[in-house]
């Protein structure tokens, strides 16, 4: 048992380190690694423009899309190289956070499905940041039951023709591609009416309405599709196969291994470490250190939990199913640690932004938090999955599964 | 980056588990549970013949010079099955505090017999409630003998020997406190069985009047072992505490997926599942901080104090998590005598308090952490 590289990664290590060394936007740095849930942006630049030129860079150096092959932008690095290069990247990963649903989920799905010409026209430049993609999946009537979308998709000629709407996409707003699930064909079981597209955000018809969420932030949008035509060629999958086509793109969703998932406790401790209460060290009072003590074993055991994973994959092994506890254990973490850190302030607590705490860190984090909970799988959805997956409990009983999808009621009372 | 066990542990651990599952099936717990014998003396002939008693001593000490990851596998499914043994009194107290401070002549002296399985041992810390502080060890020791009670004492009334923490100078540091070896079957000793919430490992009270010691370590470096001591113990405990976690888990498991309710699986149900996968997370985050107490433990890391306490944290509020649930989702039935989630019950709220509660754990680490920040 040990924590040290082989021969191999440590070549890889080093020579990734001593390019970010000499290329990364060192000016952000402080900013970048300052930076918690809830509180990205820069001061004084536009973070996406940073962050679109951190990923060109990298691209042209060949270090973008470690994991893609390489002529489709990547790297054809191992699993592992891929977190060694996040743990060198250290801060400046967080510039590539508007990134993620397109290389994450949007760029293997292509990878899967797409036309060859197609992967060596769109892949490149999604690798390169040079375009960024969405993904339209969630509607008002299907978040957690995602097979219960409504957005339309009619075969008119070559081209498909899309109305309805999506909500929850994550940077439509500054997108140019997306991929979109749509309903084909409402007379079968909800599951099996399902087909995949990826489209042009700049389509005619397409309108992006940023939405402003309990934070007071907007970083998702609600997308309106309206007689907007897709030429089949741009279909992934087969007509009707949607269903297994977005399962690719979920699992890969919720597979980011190594990708360090924030708790607040960094941030909580450090507070505590210096905080004086009324009467004395935060650090020193009873209560409070047996708070951060129970955090503190969560924060530790999610780190060991993932370098157990990241040691599956240095020996080549497929990762156990135990990396899946870290969103759910992080989400509801983060949102009690910035309940306590406000708590510990009093009265002052309420009082956010630049005039608050710590210039607000924590009332940020606090406002932020519910969205951990519900993005990418809510808490309950992230329990099923355990259940069912890991401990080999039944799936749910689904009384929609076999009913045609237009006769299901759509409304619970009245 | 390999921050797993080898394959040779993983095979050892195999090897424990298909010994342990043969003979120390539930209704071999039973035994000790009903108070039919003091603990499992077959049980324990066969591990000391099986090598797992000795698997961290040296060679030249009788043992089997493997190491302390191969110790933390077998501890693991010590805890998966609840043995009914002086395990850790015997291994992780003793020994440890033996292989630390004991001089040549008294570690040749037990721990072969340890290995062997001819010597059970334990440590005599506590002295009524309370957790491990110097200013809680009254018991003195003045030339060379031992006048004072110690309680509870962990398989007391069956050892033969224990580590005493004892007051030897009245400074109020911790340089107070020395410790010495005793021979329980000696003069000056009287033991008083306790009833106490685990029956499967006994509790005792120990009464010292004028008893010859011998000491262990330099006089006034007592605490200083016993921090050690405890800190390895945690981490080896915490493996008890995750093979029983694991255990419970599986149990409730099992039964969601046996029971039929309101005409179907009870595992079916999301308010059962979701308990489940909350103990999954658990089990889960306590192995991996363990994990890290394995490794520090197995280098003798400078990061072995905190690792330790947040091993120990992690892994007592799995084991009493996963144990309590268990019984959750048995509903009535797992509230009776005859099913065997009680056993977990009670081993592991009393495994909870053995080395000192979580309270008192939970400030070690938040003084270790700070130390470290400081550093």
């Not at chain 2, 000056?188 to 029956?199: A, F, R, Y």
Request: a neutral charge.
């Amino acid at each position: 048992m040990n924590f040290d590289d082989t021969p191999q990664e440590a070549e890889f290590r080093a020579t990734a380190r001593a390019w970010i060394g000499a290329n990364a936007p060192k000016q952000y740095e402080d900013e970048l690694r300052k930076s918690s849930l809830g509180r990205t942006a820069l001061k004084n630049a536009d973070i996406l423009a940073v962050a679109k030129a951190w990923q060109k860079k990298k691209a042209d150096a060949g270090w973008a899309c470690l994991h893609w092959p390489k002529e489709y932008g990547g790297r054809g690095s191992s699993p592992i190289e891929r977190v060694i290069w996040s743990q060198e990247e250290g801060p400046f990963g967080q510039l590539s956070r508007m990134f993620i649903i397109g290389h994450g989920m949007c760029g293997p799905t292509m990878m899967a499905f797409a036309r060859e010409e197609h992967k060596r026209t769109y892949l490149p430049p999604l690798a390169s940041g040079e375009k960024v993609w969405c993904q339209l999946f969630s509607e008002p009537a299907g978040g957690s039951d995602v097979a219960g979308l409504r957005t339309r998709a009619e075969k008119d000629g070559d081209d498909w023709v899309i109305n309805g709407q999506k909500i929850w996409t994550s940077g439509a707003h500054y997108s140019d591609y997306g991929i979109l699930l749509t309903r084909t064909d409402p007379t079968v079981p909800k599951h099996k009416g399902l087909t995949m597209f990826f489209l042009d955000m700049k389509s005619p018809g397409v309108e992006v309405r940023p939405i402003k969420q309990a934070s007071g932030a907007s970083d998702f949008n609600e997308v309106y599709f309206t007689n907007v035509r897709i030429p089949d060629h741009q279909r992934l999958g087969e007509v009707g196969d949607g269903w297994n086509v977005s399962l690719t793109t979920l699992m890969n969703e919720r597979s980011a291994i190594g990708a360090a998932v924030s708790t607040g406790f960094p941030e909580l401790f450090e507070y505590c470490s210096s905080l004086m209460l009324d009467d004395g060290p935060a650090i020193e009072d009873r209560a409070v250190r047996s708070k951060l003590a129970n955090w503190a074993v969560k924060a530790s055991g999610l780190k060991y939990t993932s370098m157990r994973a990241i040691s599956a994959l240095s020996k080549g092994e497929r990762p156990g199913p135990e990396n899946s506890i870290g969103k759910l254990v992080a989400g509801s973490m983060i949102q009690d640690v910035a309940t306590y850190a406000l708590d510990l302030q009093g009265a002052n607590g309420a009082v956010s932004g630049e005039d608050g705490e710590l210039a607000g860190r924590f009332q940020a984090m606090l406002l932020r938090a519910p969205g951990t909970r519900v993005e990418g799988g809510t808490d309950e959805i992230m329990r099923n999955i355990i259940a069912e997956r890991v401990l080999g409990l039944p799936g749910d009983i689904r009384v929609d599964k076999d009913v045609p999808f237009n006769k299901i009621p759509t409304k619970g009372r009245g | 980056m390999n921050f797993d066990f080898s394959d040779d542990q993983k095979q050892l651990r195999d090897q424990a588990r298909k010994f342990l599952a043969e003979k120390c099936s539930p209704k071999a717990v039973r035994i000790v549970l009903d108070g039919k014998a003091p603990y499992a003396k077959e049980l324990w002939k066969g591990l000391a013949e099986m090598g797992f008693l000795g698997v961290a001593i040296p060679e030249e000490f009788g043992g089997a010079g493997a190491g302390h990851l191969e110790l933390c596998v077998i501890a693991e499914e010590m805890g998966r099955a609840n043995a009914p043994v002086p395990f850790s009194s015997t291994v992780y107290l003793a020994a440890e505090a033996l292989l630390i401070a004991g001089s040549e002549a008294q570690k040749k002296k037990w721990l072969p017999a340890i290995a062997s399985g001819e010597a059970i041992g334990t440590l005599a810390l506590f002295e009524g409630k309370g957790n491990p502080a110097p200013k809680n060890v009254k018991l003195t020791a003045a030339n060379g003998a031992l006048n004072g009670v110690k309680k509870p004492v962990a398989d007391g009334a069956i050892a033969d020997f224990a580590v005493v923490a004892a007051r030897t100078g009245s400074s109020g540091r911790e340089a107070d406190i020395s410790l010495f070896l005793v021979d329980l079957k000696a003069g000056g000793v009287e033991v008083k069985s306790l009833t106490n919430l685990d029956p499967t490992r006994g509790q005792a009270e120990i009464s010292f009047k004028d008893c010859k010691a011998d000491p262990l370590g330099a006089a006034g470096e007592g605490w200083s072992i016993l921090t050690q001591v405890l800190d390895r113990a945690a981490v080896l405990c915490a493996f008890e505490q995750v093979g029983g976690s694991d255990r419970a888990l599986e149990m409730g498991r099992d039964y969601a997926l046996d029971r039929i309710a309101f005409g179907r699986q009870i595992g079916s149900f999301q308010a059962v599942k979701h308990m489940l996968a909350d103990m999954y997370v658990s089990a889960t985050l306590a192995r991996s901080n363990s994990y890290y107490g394995a490794w520090a433990l197995s280098t003798n890391a400078a990061e072995l104090p905190e690792a330790a306490a947040a091993a120990r944290i992690s892994a007592t509020q799995a084991f009493q998590h996963c144990a309590k649930n268990n019984i959750q989702v048995h509903g009535g039935m797992g509230f009776t005598w005859e099913f065997d989630c009680h056993m977990y019950y009670r081993r592991a709220n009393a495994m909870a308090l053995g080395l000192g509660s979580l309270s008192y754990w939970e400030d070690q680490l938040i003084d270790r952490m700070r130390k470290k920040n400081a550093a």
